[in-house]
């Protein structure tokens, strides 16, 4: 019988996650932190089992959605929305002081305003696939903290657009009107998306009654949108 020569090295792989992620569990420490840590393992820089960096990208954007996606089945709409000043206002605050704690260094270093604000802009971003596990590992992602936290990542997520609007202006760069359209009309479908989707306790699908008693149909429905 001949053997699919990926097998192997999906089991080991498996295996590998398998068992740091139960040892990280019985030492009380973030299994996220262990999930990294297996990754290393078995990437081109430890075990060597998956080589393909192209495939690791993909697996890695795969499971982030994966795991998004079934954190959205447990956030509160209302409850999150309740928290719009503090996701707002404190993601502002957030760039602004991480923008000002780089400037020192880029004058130390004479850096462009560009590169200063590229430093900054990204030290103020979070990685929302690691807080939200963390938060939901923990049990805070239900608590208003937590949805706090939440509302926070998802107005960095959106505020990358201008953010990049901001550094090709500063490079010199006019982005066409056509491109910016583009992007300002997709900041605006999704933060109204966002607002229309959070301000109501259930959102009723034209097929939801066909899909009600089929419990796999209604999570193939979900994971579609």
Do not use: C
């Amino acid at each position: 019988m001949h053997l699919d020569p990926v097998l192997p090295v999906l089991v080991g792989m498996i295996s590998i996650i398998l068992i740091v992620g139960l040892s990280f569990h019985l030492m009380r420490q973030p299994q996220v932190i262990g999930y990294l840590l297996a990754g290393v393992a078995i990437g081109p820089f430890g075990l060597e089992l998956l080589t393909d960096s192209d495939l690791a990208s993909r697996l890695g954007n795969f499971g982030v959605v994966l795991l998004l996606f079934f954190v959205g089945m447990e956030v509160a709409p209302r409850q999150l929305l309740a928290g719009w000043r503090i996701a707002i206002i404190g993601t502002l605050v957030q760039v602004a002081l991480s923008i000002a704690m780089v400037v020192p260094l880029g004058l130390w270093l004479d850096w462009s305003l560009q590169r200063i604000v590229l430093f900054g802009f990204v030290t103020s971003l979070s990685s929302t696939a690691v807080i939200v596990k963390l938060l939901r590992d923990t049990g805070e992602l239900n608590k208003r903290e937590g949805q706090d936290v939440l509302g926070i990542l998802l107005m960095q997520d959106l505020i990358v657009i201008p953010m990049l609007i901001v550094l090709d202006l500063l490079g010199g760069q006019q982005p066409g009107w056509g491109r910016l359209g583009v992007q300002i009309a997709g900041a605006i479908a999704i933060v109204t998306l966002l607002v229309w989707a959070l301000s109501r306790n259930r959102v009723s699908l034209p097929f939801s009654r066909l899909l009600r008693d089929d419990h796999e149909l209604q999570v193939f429905a979900a994971l579609l949108i």
